[in-house]
């Protein structure tokens, strides 16, 4: 029996569900149906969205600073 390969989605289709689900848009299930997602797919993309929105409003600057400074060795 052939292995399934695993599905790849990018992160602008992530972002693009996680969206419409939060704007309500449609319900998690129907979005789950027509992108045949599951239910803990779309959750845990909509948790990382949430934990990590704060970051989106950062500097750009400061982002490279700091990708700048564990570059670095003393």
Do not use: Y
Request: charged residues 35%; aromatic residues 6%; glycine residues 2%.
């Amino acid at each position: 029996m052939a292995k399934r390969k695993r599905r790849n989605f990018t992160p602008e289709f992530k972002a693009e569900v996680v969206l419409e689900a939060l704007t309500g848009e449609s319900s998690q299930a129907e979005l789950c149906r027509r992108h045949n997602l599951s239910d803990e797919q779309l959750s845990k993309w909509k948790r990382q969205l949430l934990e990590n929105a704060a970051t989106l409003f950062e500097p750009a600057d400061k982002q490279s600073d700091a990708n700048i400074k564990t570059d670095r060795t003393p």
